[in-house]
T-cell receptor, first 112, second 111 residues
């Protein structure tokens, strides 16, 4: 099925550990995004990539890095995880102004 | 960061009742979008609105793009158990590829 695939679906980290969240899309879209979702806070943009080879900070970039490996893949890295980064992370692609984003199913991350 | 004002934050309703939620903004948008998020999933687009004053339906869902272009509402008629979830509004300005999001309305249906 066409869409946005995120891995892993669940992850538990200890404080200070690092990890990379993977995202891949097969819709040939240029723009990709990483959001985090916390209860009562809605969706907050971490980083985005308007096209292959470019990345920009969003609203809450501190503690994260990203890589736009190619047109299909956009990864999010936590270098030294903190409990404040416990959240659900969503990757999305820009489908166009008439349809907005297509989202992956999310990665639920717990930092203990 | 900029965010839309979405209300109510949560709703407890009986099955069969109608539901109404809305979003307001201090900025003008060219597109309003309504998404639904089921538990454990990413948001999925329900309705997109492109013109001020536009009223659009999708089954039991009806949404309107406010005349001022600064607000939108979503109505759900005769709610059913599968309507539970979080509903998000989002606005788009043509100047970039980003959406501005509301904080969500959590819908809970009492059996």
């Amino acid at each position: 099925n066409a869409g946005v695939t995120q891995t892993p679906k669940f992850q538990v980290l200890k404080t200070g550990q690092s990890m990379t969240l993977q995202c891949a899309q097969d819709m040939n879209h240029n723009s990709m995004y990483w959001y985090r979702q916390d209860p009562g806070m809605g969706l907050r943009l971490i980083y985005y990539s308007a096209s292959e080879g470019t990345t920009d900070k969003g609203e809450v970039p501190n503690g994260y890095n990203v890589s736009r490996l190619n047109k299909r893949e956009f990864s999010l890295r936590l270098e030294s995880a903190a409990p404040s980064q416990t959240s659900v992370y969503f990757c999305a692609t820009w489908t166009g102004p008439n349809y907005g984003y297509t989202f992956g199913s999310g990665t639920r991350l717990t930092v203990v | 960061g900029q965010q839309l004002n979405q209300s109510p934050q949560s709703m407890f309703i009986q099955e069969g009742e109608d539901v109404s939620m809305n979003c307001t903004s201090s900025s003008i948008f060219n597109t309003w979008l309504w998404y639904k998020q089921d538990p454990g999933e990413g948001p999925v687009l329900l309705i997109a609105l492109y013109k001020a004053g536009e009223l659009t339906s999708n089954g039991r869902l009806t949404a309107q793009f406010g005349i001022t272009r600064k607000d939108s509402f979503l109505n759900i008629s005769a709610s059913i158990p599968s309507d539970v979830g979080i509903y998000f509004c989002a606005g788009h300005m043509d100047s970039n590829y980003q959406l501005i999001w509301g904080a969500g309305t959590k819908l809970i249906i009492k059996p």
